[in-house]
């Protein structure tokens, strides 16, 4: 069975940094698209960044120029990130994966971890 843990979530003052981090765990072939959204409280989910098994990578709007995306795909890794934070980043961030197992692909998703950005 397929498990993404993330890591790394926590309350930061309006420009400061935080670093999101999601491993997967279990028995699968390999690991397509990996990547991060959010949600905010009264809000849709919504994309913040993915990224390729071929390292290409597609941000929000909201968030160019500030977050940054990687992956690490011996550790089965991605990480997400954030400098220069806003209050209006405050959201649960979820980790997101594309991954293969035996004859089946499928989209699975973390547990959450919360992003609050506040003085």
């Known amino acids: 069975q397929v498990q993404l843990v993330e890591s790394g979530g926590g309350l930061v003052q309006p420009g400061g940094s935080l670093r999101l981090s999601c491993v997967a765990s279990?028995?699968?072939?390999?690991?397509?698209?990996m990547g991060w959204y959010r949600q905010a409280p009264g809000k849709q989910r919504e994309l913040v960044a993915i990224?390729?098994?071929?390292?290409?990578?597609n941000f929000a709007d909201s968030v160019k120029g500030r977050f940054t995306i990687s992956r690490d795909n011996a550790k089965n890794l991605v990480n997400l990130q954030m400098d220069n934070l806003k209050p209006e980043d405050t959201a649960l961030y979820y980790c997101?994966?594309?991954?293969?197992?035996?004859?089946?692909?499928?989209?699975?998703w973390g547990q959450g971890t919360q992003v609050t950005v506040s003085t």
């Open positions: 997101y994966m594309v991954i293969y197992t035996l004859g089946y692909q499928g989209n699975y």
């Open positions: 279990g028995s699968f072939v390999s690991i397509n698209t």
């Open positions: 990224i390729s098994s071929g390292g290409s990578t």
